[in-house]
């Protein structure tokens, strides 16, 4: 019997032969991923076990450093609950600390053909590496802290097969806005990428697409393996792993063919990304108060990149904010190492820690009344960061630099 990738995977770690959609199957948990949010009172549990610390990692990302006196106390039972289980992956703030997501990346913790959980809705980002990953409930993220099990039901797979090369000013966020426009939501499904277009997508990029695989209600997002994935697997882990790839007869509920040479920058317009977007000719001139690049989506260091390259020898507008959040303390290190930082700090960019802060809303860039914002992060809906007033327009780490130099929405290649 023919199956997706997730199916296979699904399969695998519930000890099946095969499943289908529609199946409810209890599986082995790889990789459990816990937040400083998981220590707050309002959900802290009194655990009595962990089924396997060497399985765990703890992350702190959404309120570092601690920005009032619950987060520090949080993060206070964190760093107990660590010590009292023996957990070694615990990356508290420091030189090891940044967006759960990329950490996970950095250290190779998303292990090809396993099922990694966290209690964050954007795990999918780790099905960049062949790795069934999934956001789960505070309930089911205890269970499976404390059992190694946790359920899911199998759903239909919708599948892209990738061709072609990316035009340069195009990045892997206009490849998502694209399909979210033209394809929509896929709850209850999951989405499957491969294809030869797939092997000129770097890793950063894939984790950018994986990421934003929430935003579609995706439940699991997965990448084919190849030799990219398997060198940067193991140059960051020597423990073993067997990647797995879709049956040549695998049932699809859909198949599209994306030629990554067609397609052009996009900005999904405010409020959401399903079936939202539009070229950026038609929303060019939009004046905007502040411009965001961050967030395990957009926080990478090829995006680092992007946004100092189109900044570089100029400033950003008056009356404009332009915050850049590395996606880890590692990122932060190699885009200071590169020069990226200095760059963008003399353009006028502030550069904050690695945080979920901004993208989420709590701190670090909130978002004040009837202000506009433009976004590389992960969310646009209203009041995802800050007043339910403003609004927030979402593009590529690219047109974000360059917006945030115009002073309003402007694209990429039109800066002189």
């Known amino acids: 019997m023919g199956m997706t990738i997730a199916e296979a995977i699904l399969a695998r770690a519930s000890g099946r032969a095969a499943v289908s959609p529609g199946d409810f199957v209890v599986v082995n948990v790889d990789t459990v991923v816990m937040l400083d949010t998981s220590f707050f009172k309002t959900l802290r549990k009194e655990v009595l076990k962990v089924h396997a610390p060497e399985n765990v990692a703890v992350i702190y990302d959404h309120v570092v450093p601690a920005p009032d006196q619950a987060a520090a106390e949080a993060h206070h039972y964190g760093r107990e609950f660590v010590k009292k289980f023996g957990i070694k992956r615990f990356h508290d703030v420091g030189p090891d600390q940044g967006i759960s997501h990329a950490v996970v990346a950095d250290k190779g913790y998303a292990l090809p053909g396993t099922v990694l959980v966290c209690s964050d809705s954007h795990t999918c980002a780790s099905g960049a590496f062949n790795t069934a990953a999934r956001g789960i409930g505070y309930p089911d993220m205890i269970y499976a802290l404390t059992t190694g099990k946790t359920w899911f039901q199998v759903g239909e797979t919708v599948r892209y097969d990738l061709v072609g090369k990316l035009r340069p000013g195009v990045s892997a966020k206009d490849v998502f806005l694209h399909i979210a426009n033209r394809f929509g939501e896929h709850a209850g499904q999951n ?99 502040q411009a965001f690049i961050g967030s395990c989506a957009n926080g990478t260091l090829d995006d680092l990149s992007e946004a100092a390259r189109v900044v570089a020898g100029k400033h950003v507008a008056p009356g404009v904010r332009f915050l850049i959040t590395p996606s880890s303390q590692a990122v932060l290190q190699a885009a200071a190492k590169a020069g990226y ?58 047109t974000v630099a360059a917006s945030a130099i115009a002073g309003k929405i402007i694209h990429p290649g039109a800066l002189q």
């Open 341 to 398: 930082l200095q760059t963008l700090i003399a353009a006028g960019a502030v550069v904050t820690p690695a945080t979920c802060g901004a993208c989420y809303g709590g701190h670090m860039g909130v978002l004040g009344p009837n202000e506009t914002c433009i976004t590389a992060s992960t969310r646009n809906f209203k009041g995802r960061m800050g007043d339910n007033t403003a609004r927030i327009f979402m593009a590529s780490p690219a």
């Open 191 to 289: 989405i499957e990428y491969g294809g030869p277009g797939m092997s000129t997508l770097s890793m950063n990029a894939r984790r950018t697409m994986a990421a934003m695989g929430a935003e579609l209600s995706a439940e699991f997002v997965t990448f084919e393996p190849d030799e990219l994935l398997i060198n940067y697997m193991r140059e960051r882990t020597d423990r073993s792993f067997v990647p797995v790839v879709a049956s040549p007869d695998a049932k699809y509920r859909a198949r599209h063919t994306i030629d990554l040479d067609q397609l052009e920058p996009l900005v999904a317009l405010p409020d959401t990304v399903i079936n939202n977007s539009r070229p950026i000719s038609e929303v060019e001139g939009e004046k905007i108060d």
